[in-house]
């Protein structure tokens, strides 16, 4: 996985973590979650607000 894949990360957050309120998340929590998953390998420093919004968007999404 890449940060691009937002919609996947999304999906592998709402498996890791059923009873987080993806509203609730800090952007370096999930920043820190994204990278500590299995199959995410990318550089974190290509990392930014836009991203983590983004993958927070679709986190928000799956769990509605």
């Not at 299995?38 to 509605?64: N, R, T, Y």
Request: aromatic share 10%; proline share 6%; with cysteine.
């Amino acid at each position: 996985m890449k940060w691009t894949d937002s919609l996947e990360i999304a999906i592998a957050l709402a498996e890791k973590f059923p009873d987080v309120d993806p509203k609730t998340i800090r952007f370096t929590d999930l920043r820190q979650w994204v990278l500590d998953l299995p199959g995410f390998d990318d550089d974190p420093k290509h990392c930014g607000e836009k991203i983590l919004e983004a993958i927070q968007m679709a986190w928000m999404g799956e769990v509605e």
